[in-house]
């Protein structure tokens, strides 16, 4: 098979067309574009459009939707506001942060019974340690939450935590059933909480957040009233005095 070459002459008029052509459009022309035509001379068109540069050679017109006109427009007018903000209402913000300061309000509750049973006179370690990991808890549960509102858009806003009582010694009850119980009654409330922090949710149509909510607190909850209303029931059983504490409290640290 044989490959002719092209003649020197046709290339030469062929590119002296080009240039010709393309030094013929104004230079405030706002686009160019070059496309391939199927004519017999195989030569290159240039397509100029001035006043729509999109509907140049092809006459395609590109328009963004409203909906994302809208959205770049709001992008462009936040400064110090989150982007990541979409579907989540002022209330369950306010919601959150009223439930996250709860959850340290509780540790801090929680702290200050661990510093009691560590006491040199109180000496009940398994109590000690058993309230220092309630108190992490809650503390991780308010972060969980501080991480959520940030995901969403909102902002995260703590108030002042209440000075907890130091004294947990009861006369009758005595301080290890009297602490558990004190705990069960603040669980209790926390579940009460959680339930208005998921109405809050279902009545702004926040799906999302309901679901959170759900997934990550609600069952660890009941576990935790059921767990403690287990103790206070054997705590009862052995009256909360002499031995029996004692042997409570080696359950509760060996656990």
């Not at 001035?50 to 140049?56: E, G, Q, T, Y």
């Not at 398994?126 to 509102?149: D, I, N, P, S, T």
């Not at 940030?150 to 935590?161: H, I, P, Q, T, Y």
């Not at 054997?234 to 504490?245: A, E, H, N, S």
Request: charged content about 25%.
């Amino acid at each position: 098979m044989l490959l002719r070459a092209s003649s020197p002459s046709t290339a030469l008029s062929l590119s002296t067309a080009v240039v010709d052509n393309v030094n013929q459009f104004p230079s405030s022309s706002s686009s160019v574009s070059f496309s391939s035509s199927q004519r017999r001379t195989d030569g290159i068109l240039v397509s100029v459009s001035k006043n729509n540069p999109s509907s140049a050679t092809t006459g395609v017109v590109f328009h963004p939707f409203e909906e994302v006109k809208k959205e770049l427009q709001l992008l462009s007018a936040l400064s110090q506001q989150s982007f990541a903000r979409h579907k989540f209402s002022n209330a369950c913000e306010a919601a959150i942060n009223n439930h996250i300061n709860w959850e340290y309000n509780l540790s801090y509750v929680y702290h200050a019974a661990y510093a009691y049973f560590d006491r040199d006179y109180v000496a009940l370690e398994g109590f000690a340690k058993f309230f220092r990991e309630a108190m992490v808890g809650k503390r991780e549960r308010a972060e969980l939450l501080m991480k959520y509102q940030n995901k969403r858009g909102g902002r995260v806003k703590l108030d002042m935590m209440l000075m907890p009582e130091s004294e947990i010694y009861h006369s009758e009850k005595g301080e290890a059933l009297y602490a558990m119980e004190l705990a069960l009654s603040l669980e209790k409330s926390t579940n009460m909480k959680l339930f208005q922090l998921h109405g809050v949710a279902d009545e702004n149509n926040d799906v999302q957040m309901a679901d959170f909510i759900e997934s990550t607190f609600m069952t660890e909850q009941v576990d935790a009233i059921k767990k403690i209303s287990e103790f206070i029931t054997q705590l009862r059983r052995i009256r909360c005095k002499g031995y029996g504490v004692w042997h409570f409290d080696q359950m509760l640290l060996d656990a």
